[in-house]
């Protein structure tokens, strides 16, 4: 298992929608909607799930929400919130977290070879 840094910030947020990793976790996820009266609704997403979203085309997310976590769905309509925005909320999440992951690759190459150079 690697470690990856949480930053104290979460991969995707705006003024309706939050994406995190699950406490704890950073495999699983946790979707925060923002209601009109500022409380936070919030959804996990299981494991592997955001990266299928961020490969899904348009129009695909319904059909994956549909079979994880379908009052997200639900939550998405009640709240006026278009589903095509958190698509790219999720994408946007995914991607952060792939540029977390490679910082933390590279560090450790980093550190691998800055031991390699002293052994010398």
Same mark, same amino acid.
Not at 55 to 73: D, W
Not at 80 to 102: F, S
């Given at each position: 298992m ?16 939050? &994406?995190d990793? *699950?406490?704890n976790?950073?495999?699983?996820h946790r979707?925060? #909607? /923002? =209601?009109?009266?500022? !409380?936070?609704l ?6 592997g ?12 997310l &319904?059909?994956? *929400? ?5 009052q997200?769905?639900?939550a #998405? /309509? =009640?709240?006026?919130? !278009?589903?095509d ?14 540029e ?8 450790e ?10 052994e010398?």
């Amino acid at each position: 298992m690697f470690n990856i840094p949480k930053e104290g910030k979460p991969l995707y947020q705006d003024e309706e929608i939050k &994406v995190d990793y *699950l406490l704890n976790s950073f495999e699983d996820h946790r979707v925060y #909607l /923002k =209601e009109g009266r500022g !409380e936070e609704l919030n959804y996990i997403i299981q494991r592997g799930i955001l990266k299928d979203i961020a490969r899904t085309p348009r129009g695909g997310l &319904v059909s994956i *929400l549909s079979r994880c976590n379908p009052q997200i769905l639900y939550a #998405l /309509k =009640e709240m006026d919130i !278009e589903v095509d925005g958190l698509h790219v909320a999720l994408c946007q999440a995914y991607a952060e977290q792939e540029e977390r992951i490679r910082a933390v690759d590279l560090k450790e190459v980093d550190k691998k070879l800055k031991l390699a150079e002293n052994e010398e």
